[in-house]
């Protein structure tokens, strides 16, 4: 069974730093790309970043470019999201989700709440 | 990276078919065949309906049908049911990066 477990997210107050992680499960980790998508409260989806199977090719939405870094530890199944320079609008729930060119698999979701 | 445009809210009776439209521009919609469409429910992460235009993930209901035309996409959800009462997304392709539209709330009258 695909297993897609986020953690990380918390308080943070606003220019701070965060890592989130999210533990794969359940299929070949090495063989997919991943992202990262985040939900406001009582808003919509925004995806946020995505990361190839190997991990030497990354994207970002325009919001965080510079800001956020994606990553991937292969042999630990393992993604990441470093959020640097945190703003109150970077509140969201943080959805880490697997696939090629839609997600079909999605975590449950970690809060990252920025705020002092 | 502009948001793709959807009606914020559809509703219709059980058993009746409604359909979302998700309007893009010739960088996303228009340019790939890679329009999903995502079900979320409240509390819940959002599933998988429709992918690549017009494909099911297996297990999806033969109910859920996607598809697109110029800048356009569709989901047509026939024979409304309770359980479909949920928040829809589509999203598409843009080159290096994916945009989602803003969702639109299905009720279930």
């Known amino acids: 069974e695909v297993q897609l477990v986020e953690s990380g997210g918390g308080l943070v107050q606003p220019g701070g730093s965060l890592r989130l992680s999210c533990a794969a499960s359940?299929?070949?980790?090495?063989?997919?790309?991943m992202h990262w998508v985040r939900q406001a409260p009582g808003k919509g989806l925004v995806w946020v970043s995505r990361i190839n199977s190997d991990g030497s090719s990354t994207s970002y939405a325009d919001s965080v470019k510079g800001r956020f870094t994606i990553s991937r530890d292969n042999a630990k199944n393992t993604l990441y999201l470093q959020m640097n320079s945190l703003r109150a609008e970077d509140t969201a729930v943080y959805y880490c989700?697997?696939?090629?060119?839609?997600?079909?698999?999605w975590g449950q979701g970690t809060l990252v709440t920025v705020s002092s | 990276q502009s948001a793709l445009t959807q009606p914020a809210s559809v509703s219709g009776s059980p058993g009746q078919s409604i359909t979302i439209s998700c309007t893009g521009t010739s960088s996303d919609v228009g340019s790939y065949n890679l329009v999903s469409w995502y079900q979320q429910h409240p509390g819940k992460a959002p599933k998988l309906m429709i992918y690549e235009v017009s494909k099911r993930p297996s297990g999806v209901s033969n109910r859920f049908s996607g598809s697109k035309s110029g800048n356009t996409a569709s989901l047509t959800i026939s024979g409304l049911q309770a359980e479909d009462e949920a928040d829809y997304y589509c999203c598409s392709y843009a080159g290096s990066a994916w945009v989602f539209g803003g969702g639109t709330k299905l009720t279930v009258l």
């Open positions: 989700a697997r696939g090629f060119s839609s997600f079909d698999y």
């Open positions: 359940g299929f070949t980790f090495s063989s997919y790309w």
